[in-house]
């Protein structure tokens, strides 16, 4: 009887530590958090097997910083989804205003993040008066809470 006591708490001990190794190992699996990112020419957020990546800035009427204006313009840029390596999809975003929660919700959808965790998508740098900047200089900042 007592023999089979020991053998029972051993086989306990070694339960229990087992169980406390699994519990540690899920604890170090916690997904990464998603942090801000910019989308630009070269680099992009890999989410998933998905890119997205600036094909071309289709124009860029947006005020100037350093001049005061009554309208405060927009851009457009025309970016490419890419799925594994293989061209997917290309879409038009419009920087305004009024474009804004559109923006969002196509970048949500096609990087899977959700929706309320992107806080704003900008296009920098912004434009500079008698300055023509650089196409590769371009870059969408979106930022996540």
Do not use: H
Request: hydrophobic content about 40%.
């Amino acid at each position: 009887m007592l023999k089979s006591f020991r053998i029972n708490k051993r086989l306990l001990v070694l339960l229990l530590c087992l169980c406390a190794l699994n519990i540690s190992a899920q604890k170090k699996r916690k997904k990464a958090k998603l942090q801000d990112f910019s989308i630009t020419y070269k680099t992009g957020l890999k989410k998933s097997g998905t890119q997205v990546f600036i094909k071309e800035v289709i124009s860029d009427t947006r005020c100037p910083e350093d001049v005061e204006c009554i309208w405060a313009g927009e851009a457009q840029v025309l970016v490419s989804v890419y799925k594994n390596g293989k061209w997917m999809d290309e879409n038009v975003l419009t920087f305004s205003a009024k474009n804004q929660d559109e923006n969002k919700a196509w970048l949500a959808e096609t990087l899977a993040i959700p929706l309320e965790k992107i806080k704003s998508l900008m296009l920098v740098p912004r434009p500079k008066s008698g300055v023509k900047t650089p196409v590769k200089s371009y870059a969408i900042r979106v930022d996540i809470e």
